[in-house]
């Protein structure tokens, strides 16, 4: 019954989502956690309509759910990622106006990321959590959050090069 209710509106409630947080990938990933929840709790509905509505309400709370953790996330990065750029800058022996041009072309680089991307290497990287915490705070499993992370790494890295 799960599957009929999911074939009957999954395009539209994965459209939804997508247009909520903006990201594709990120609406898959609630989809796919929502389908899993309601499996789990095995819901007492006796109808398919009455289940897709069920799957409906549990996307809608972890829609809500991964906004919240954004807005808290947002209000959690400090500046000890300045603290860990200036020493990287000055470990590599590089003067004040490196700093400043280094600075730049990384802002540069993580506006070209997509949103999860940015958040998983600004989460592990700039702010130094290690990948179980990062996946925590972001919400997914340690996997994704490496995959977020390689992925992003790898778009940076393609960036500098075509611009070297």
């Known amino acids: 019954m799960l599957l009929e209710a999911f074939d009957s509106g999954g395009g539209l409630l994965l459209g939804w989502v997508g247009r909520q947080l903006g990201n594709r990938l990120d609406a898959e990933d609630i989809v796919q956690t929502a389908l899993m929840r309601v499996y789990a709790t095995k819901p007492d509905v006796t109808t398919v309509a009455q289940l897709r509505a069920y799957l409906w309400t549990v996307t809608r709370n972890l829609v809500r759910d991964a906004w919240r953790r954004a807005a808290h996330d947002r209000e959690r990065i400090d500046t000890d990622g300045d603290e860990r750029l200036a020493?990287?800058?000055?470990?590599?022996?590089?003067?004040?106006?490196?700093?400043?041009?280094?600075?730049?072309?990384?802002?540069?680089?993580?506006?070209?990321?997509?949103?999860?991307?940015?958040?998983?290497?600004?989460?592990?990287?700039?702010?130094?959590?290690?990948?179980?915490e990062t996946a925590r705070i972001m919400g997914v499993s340690t996997g994704t959050a490496k995959s977020y992370v390689h992925d992003a790494l790898r778009r940076v890295r393609d960036g500098l090069d075509r611009r070297a």
């Open 87 to 132: 020493l990287l800058v000055d470990c590599a022996g590089l003067n004040f106006e490196d700093m400043v041009v280094l600075r730049h072309t990384l802002a540069q680089a993580l506006d070209t990321l997509p949103p999860r991307e940015r958040e998983a290497v600004v989460l592990r990287a700039y702010v130094g959590n290690t990948y179980a």
